[in-house]
């Protein structure tokens, strides 16, 4: 069977060289195609020569989630592997793709994140990295919390499609991914699509692949990630995923509106802290502080835009 690779990008042209170099030492005599999705509007991508056989489009539209739709559109392959433009992948992520579809033909399978060792060990010289590390930031079973399971695969509720592979099949029974999701939200919609369809979702536990996103570990680009990803989830429980809503008491709706007036105190105060370890409780803290203030900061815009979203297309619904 044919596999083909949809990779979105957008203006990351470094940590997209080192992803596709690895994509291609990894597909070396497997009979399997890379499509890559430019959703720049500013910038081309490039491809180093090699005999892979990699087609770069540009996004007719705009967002991850029609990127990725146009992939699957184009992909003349049986088997689909949707992958982030930051994931560093070897032959035996692939191998074990094609060993996992024999076993479970109509699932969508995950395998497991780590950050790169390298990267590990650079991000310890910092407070934020020390922060990430400390709360579980780095990898995907500390994400996954009480979720992740020790097993060498396990059914799970969510899909990620950083890593996510599955049948053609599967992939248009599913409808594809919701458009109208910003940022990379469309994964909790795809996971309800994929369940209503009997598609299981699995995570394989004993094959790791590389979360190399060393370009947003920087204060100002981990906390605007955080923030998209509130106002993703906000659009979530608009659209009908209860388990999404974000209870926040009154009390702290006050405290983090104060907050969030004052950020640039937060920030300036982070920045004078030093760096060293043994100021980490401070900076820690303030980073604590700082996170919370975008969550509620993004949550709170994404159910304004998706409340006026809905009202919108209802509006046009009924004329």
């Keep these: 069977m044919k596999l083909s690779i949809i990779i979105p990008t957008k203006d990351r042209p470094a940590v997209f060289n080192s992803t596709i170099l690895k994509v291609i030492e990894a597909l070396q005599g497997i009979d399997a195609e890379v499509i890559v999705v430019n959703d720049s509007k500013t910038s081309d991508v490039f491809i180093p020569e090699s005999s892979a056989d990699i087609e770069i489009h540009n996004n007719p539209k705009s967002g991850v989630a029609s990127a990725r739709n146009f992939g699957a559109s184009i992909a003349s392959g049986d088997l689909l592997l949707f992958m982030d433009d930051d994931i560093l992948i070897s032959k035996e992520n692939i191998i074990t793709l094609f060993h996992l579809h024999h076993l479970y033909p109509r699932a969508a399978i995950n395998l497991v994140w780590n950050y790169p060792p390298e990267l590990l060990r650079s991000i310890q010289c910092t407070p934020l990295g020390r922060f990430l590390v400390r709360y579980g930031f780095t990898s ?87 923030q998209n990803g509130a106002e993703t989830r906000a659009w979530g429980f608009v659209l009908g995923r209860n388990e999404l809503k974000l209870n926040t008491s009154y009390g702290k709706k006050i405290v983090y509106s104060c907050l969030y007036i004052l950020s640039p105190l937060l920030f300036l105060l982070y920045e004078k802290t030093p760096t060293a370890p043994k100021f980490d409780k401070l900076s820690h803290r303030i980073i604590h502080l700082l996170l919370g203030t975008v969550i509620f900061k993004g949550y709170k815009k994404g159910l304004r835009d998706a409340r006026q979203h809905s009202e919108k297309r209802n509006a046009f619904t009924l004329s």
């Design 140 to 226: 995907m079973k500390d994400a996954m919390g009480s979720e992740w399971q020790e097993a060498k695969i396990f059914e799970t509720t969510g899909t990620a499609s950083f890593f996510l592979f599955m049948h053609q099949t599967s992939f248009l029974i599913s409808g594809g991914y919701n458009e109208y999701f910003p940022h990379a939200g469309s994964d909790y919609d795809f996971s309800m699509r994929l369940k209503e369809k009997g598609i299981k979702k699995l995570i394989h536990t004993d094959s790791m692949v590389y979360h190399n996103e060393l370009d947003r570990i920087n204060i100002d680009n981990w906390l605007k990630r955080q």
